[in-house]
């Protein structure tokens, strides 16, 4: 096994890969074994043990791949999130948490967390003062997720790190909208990174599966509670996201530029309210995403004016995909107030700028000027039944 590549896209290639000894071919063989031999060997292996060959093999790729000592991959996104979760917190310890989240880990902190006599807090705003002000002595982790969903929020990775040493915390940031493409957090002084592998990194819409990264004594102590927990994933799937991530530079280059080109011409749409894209100049942290991303990502936000319906628009697109999900090599558009943010009140969805009229875009790799005809078509399509009606 080979991980001491320079390049990222060599790195995807190639860094962990399998040597086939008997026949040399090309890839990674595939051991789907259950049963691995016990006396007179260096590991014992099993599948929930994250050691077999092809879950070793694909570790080093995500280590490498987020400059970390070591990885581990999970059975989903938020099987390796809740176990990293439950690694470093215990019964009277407090974490902090940026307050614009998943859906997911936000239902498993206010769902869980208290069963186990663990407190919380959500930050009010998503500044560096925000995260400092809800610390206290209990407090053990702080998490942030930047790019923030659906808003495409940044939170400064290195200031939230600092702060987090400064007072012995262990800093946690899910890094799933940038991908290891765009953003590498450790760089950054954060500890532990994790990703849903079910988005950029699988990248065709059907792997599911999720990635903690961290020092080697860190990944240690998450393997110790991940072999309990035991949300190890199949084989089979952790050959294809191998599979998957040798494409990951190209897919989310190509997506990051439709991306930028996209947020340029909505933001020159009269029928567009509003573009959130951390590129474009007028995005409020745009400075800092320039100073900690490589790229700004192949997520972006829109809001629609208030003459045309959401849903109508939907329906008339023929190219791009309303459904759920993102980061697929398919250009994918959805509603949060209906899908991802559907289970939050109101009020909440108001105080975070959620509106009814604001739209999702993930970006796929097909030609820009195919995107934008399609939404053309669409809006004009919703215009002219307007007007008919
Ligand atoms: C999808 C997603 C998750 C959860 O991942 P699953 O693979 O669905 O469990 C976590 N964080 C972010 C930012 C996501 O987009």
Redesign the pocket.
């Given at each position: 096994m080979k991980t001491d590549y320079k390049g990222t896209n060599t790195i995807c290639a190639h860094a962990g890969e399998l040597v086939d000894k008997e026949f040399k071919g090309a890839v990674s063989p595939l051991y789907m074994s259950t049963s691995y031999a016990f006396e007179d060997v260096p590991v014992k292996r099993y599948p929930r043990y994250f050691n077999t060959p092809n879950q070793e093999a694909l570790c080093k790729k995500l280590a490498a791949l987020e400059h970390a000592e070591a990885a581990l991959i999970f059975g989903?996104?938020?099987a390796a999130?809740s176990t990293a979760l439950m690694t470093f917190l215990k019964a009277g310890d407090h974490i902090v948490l940026q307050q614009t989240l998943?859906g997911?880990?936000y239902n498993f902190v206010v769902t869980q967390l208290e069963k186990y006599g663990i407190e919380y807090s959500f930050t009010t705003g998503w500044e560096v003062d925000d995260f400092k002000r809800e610390i206290r002595p209990s407090t053990k982790v702080v998490y942030l997720?930047t790019p923030s969903?659906p808003l495409l929020t940044i939170t400064d990775v290195k200031g939230v790190a600092e702060l987090a040493q400064k007072h012995s915390i262990i800093s946690l940031i899910?890094n799933?909208?940038a991908s290891p493409i765009n953003q590498n957090p450790i760089d950054f002084g954060i500890d532990v990174v994790l990703h849903?592998a079910?988005?950029y990194m699988g990248g065709h819409s059907d792997i599911?599966?999720?990635v903690v990264a961290s020092a080697h004594d860190k990944i240690k102590e998450v393997f110790n509670t991940a072999i309990c927990f035991g949300g190890s994933l199949s084989d089979y799937t952790v050959w294809l996201l191998e599979r998957s991530i040798k494409t990951m530079g190209l897919r989310v280059e190509a997506q990051t530029k439709n991306a930028m080109k996209m947020a340029k011409y909505l933001k020159s749409n009269n029928d567009i309210e509003k573009v959130y894209y951390p590129g474009l100049k007028n995005h409020p942290d745009h400075e800092i995403a320039k100073v900690q991303m490589k790229g700004y990502g192949g997520m972006l936000s829109f809001e629609m004016k208030d003459y045309i319906d959401v849903s109508e628009f939907f329906k008339a697109l023929k190219l791009i995909k309303p459904s759920m999900?993102?980061a697929g090599i398919e250009s994918t558009m959805l509603s949060p107030t209906k899908t991802s943010h559907a289970l939050m009140s109101e009020d909440d969805r108001r105080k975070q700028g959620i509106k009814d009229s604001l739209i999702r875009f993930s970006l796929g790799i097909e030609e820009t000027e195919d995107l934008i005809l399609d939404i053309e078509q669409a809006i004009s399509k919703v215009k002219n039944r307007t007007v008919h009606a």
């Open positions: 989903s996104g938020m999130i998943y997911g880990t997720e969903n899910d799933t909208f849903s079910t988005k599911c599966a999720g999900s993102l």
